[in-house]
């Protein structure tokens, strides 16, 4: 299998040492990716002092973006909305001047407590496209090459370390689509 190279892996998750399957993930991506950058947010922030100057370098070494996290409130983290509106800045990232991204590839990974089928048959009544068009919108502005986001649902962790087998599947299959979207 051809592998993806020069990935930044930016991981927004705030109960990160609780975490079950979003960890998984990023097991299986640096298994995956030789020499995967990964940035942790909530353990390099968890003041919300965002670097933005070091953020933006590890941007501009990468040639490819993961943004991997769980929903909330049908977004992703706070802290990882922040990294995106303190970093992607005017004249950086986006603007007449602003073309530090421009053409590297990004995908974005959601894992959501509920089921999936919750977000596509309107129980929830805010869709996973409605969730993924945000994304689309930023990331195109900043002349991005969005993958778009490879959302699963049913990841519902209660804290106690306990994986599902059927979810770890699926937490491996949820790693190995952000691979596809990037070769």
């Known amino acids: 299998m051809e592998t993806v190279k020069n990935t930044l892996l930016v991981i927004g998750d705030p109960y990160w040492p609780l975490s079950v399957y979003n960890k998984i993930i990023a097991d299986d991506l640096q298994k995956a990716i030789p020499g995967l950058v990964v940035s942790n947010l909530y353990e390099q922030y968890p003041d919300y002092k965002i670097d933005v100057e070091k953020e933006q370098k590890k941007l501009t070494e990468a040639d490819n973006v993961i943004v991997q996290g769980p929903l909330y409130w049908y977004s992703l983290p706070s802290l990882t ?53 945000r994304f689309q919108a930023t990331f195109e502005l900043c002349s991005m090459d969005y993958k778009g986001v490879v959302f699963n649902g049913g990841f519902m962790n209660m804290g106690n370390g306990h994986a599902d087998p059927v979810m770890v599947e699926a937490a491996h299959r949820h790693a190995e689509e952000i691979i596809s979207r990037l070769k």
């Open 81 to 133: 909305m922040r990294w995106v509106e303190e970093v992607f800045t005017h004249g950086w990232a986006y603007g007449s001047e602003g073309t530090a991204l421009k053409g590297k590839k990004v995908v974005v990974g959601i894992t959501a407590g509920a089921s999936k089928n919750d977000y596509q048959g309107g129980r929830f009544v805010i869709t996973e496209h409605d969730i993924a068009v």
